[in-house]
């Protein structure tokens, strides 16, 4: 009787060991950022993109709700974009920057303690602050030449984004290392725009003009409680 009551106290014990807690943090990395293109007609050639390298970062709140699971909410400055592929003509150089206020919400799911690894998965809510385009002489000429065949594809061309609002979905793999001055969390991530930058009825140019985003981002985490 009296190993059932202390087995009973030991389990009872066992499970007080784990408290939720609150975790602040800020993070910084690369973004490799391109725009999934196609048209509503295909009369035109394939606007091709490639990876745009820029920057994100911003700040992190995680709540630790139960062993294993919890959520992170984090409010980040994003730069994505799209830099064009130019297969026929390299001496071209085109690329449109869009910098984004992202709001992820992120089931985060951990194995471990001091070494854990994570997956982080959820919505994300962007709205864009301001674009930049940019292109080089050579194009720039070819442009104002009135030269361009008509299967070239150019109404990306000298336009700015229609819509302001972007949405999609997030996730991410990662590690996290638990030190006494805080933890390190070292996460790959990508992203999926459900949303489309530019106009995308029957009439319009673009059927599909969405966000495509890997990231990599270090994240520095201490408790609050």
């Known amino acids: 009787m009296l190993l059932v009551i202390l087995c009973f106290f030991s389990v009872k014990a066992q499970k007080k060991q784990f408290e939720p807690e609150w975790n602040i ?5 690369p973004t490799f950022s391109s725009v999934d293109f196609q048209k509503t007609t295909t009369r035109s050639n394939r606007l091709q993109t490639q990876n745009l390298q820029q920057y994100a970062g911003g700040l992190a709140v995680r709540y630790i709700s ?3 699971l919890g959520f992170i909410v984090e409010l980040n400055y994003s730069q994505q974009g799209w830099d064009q592929y130019f297969q026929d ?4 150089e ?14 985060h799911i951990y194995f471990g303690n001091k070494v854990r690894f994570f997956i982080n998965l959820g919505p ?3 709205f864009l602050l301001n674009e930049k385009e940019e292109m080089n002489q050579t194009l ?16 990306q061309y000298y336009r700015m984004a229609d819509k302001k609002i972007d949405y999609g979905i997030m996730g991410g793999l990662g590690l996290e290392f638990k030190t006494g001055i805080g933890s390190f969390a070292l996460e790959g991530r990508y992203s999926f725009g459900l949303g489309d930058i530019y106009n995308n009825k029957k009439s319009d140019y673009f059927s599909r003009s969405a966000n495509r985003v890997i990231s990599a981002k270090l994240t520095y985490y201490i408790k609050l409680f």
């Open 25 to 29: 943090g800020v993070g910084f990395g």
């Open 66 to 68: 139960e062993k294993s």
């Open 89 to 92: 003509h390299p001496e071209y």
């Open 94 to 107: 085109h690329s449109h920057k869009l910098n984004y206020l992202e709001l992820p919400i992120l089931t």
């Open 124 to 126: 994300k809510l962007s």
């Open 140 to 155: 720039s000429d070819y442009l104002s030449s009135g030269q361009l065949p008509e299967s070239n594809t150019t109404y």
